[in-house]
């Protein structure tokens, strides 16, 4: 009796002990082929919208929770979807891709590392905080991020001047006129994993 008394209790100690032991942080590698960024800009007289390839990442889950994650972005991958070939699209990309915007024979690629990771009220629903870098220029930024079913959506508003992207800003420029582009521009990111 005393032998299956202290089997019990080692039985109880074992599964309790397996049972609050959490299970380590799992890295889902980011699948590039079904991830997508789009991106928009506007100026004075109208706006322009694209794309931009997501080249690798991952993020880092607690069971159905976001902890972490960084990604990277291929900037040579710009591509604007709003004109057709031969109707401007090849001209503005090609600015795009110049000095006065991402310069990326330079800098072909941007970065996102989360810094931080706060649950909000519903599930998969999440407060991001992380590390922004475009031309080797880093920033915070925060934005609201939905992570089910296997994909992390976000809309994300970025002021291109914080990123020495200072090209028709009314903040820099004056007397622009018709010509002003708008200092933000919008992503939507949708990662899937």
Do not use: C, Q
Not at 60 to 66: E, P, Q, R, V
């Amino acid at each position: 009796m005393k032998k299956i008394f202290t089997l019990a209790i080692l039985a109880f100690a074992v599964f309790n002990l397996t049972a609050a032991t959490p299970t380590p942080p799992i890295k889902k590698v980011i699948d590039v082929t079904k991830s997508t960024v789009s991106w928009e800009a506007a100026k004075v007289t109208g706006k322009h919208n694209g794309t931009i390839k997501v080249k690798s990442g991952s993020l880092t889950m607690d069971g159905t929770k976001l902890t972490g994650g960084s990604f990277i972005i291929d900037m040579t991958s710009l591509e604007v979807t709003d004109l057709a070939a031969g109707s401007g699209k090849e001209k503005l990309e090609g600015h795009l891709n110049s000095a006065d915007f991402f310069s990326t024979d330079t800098h072909k690629e941007a970065t996102f590392k989360i810094t931080k990771v706060a649950a909000k009220g519903m599930i998969g629903e999440y407060m991001v905080a992380g590390d922004l870098t475009i031309k080797g220029i880093t920033k915070p930024v925060s934005f609201e991020a939905n992570v089910t079913n296997g994909n992390a959506k976000a809309n994300i508003k970025i002021d291109r001047t914080k990123y020495d992207i200072k090209y028709r800003s009314g903040n820099f420029v004056e007397n622009l006129g018709d010509k002003l582009i708008y200092d933000n521009f919008d992503l939507a990111i949708n990662l899937a994993f």
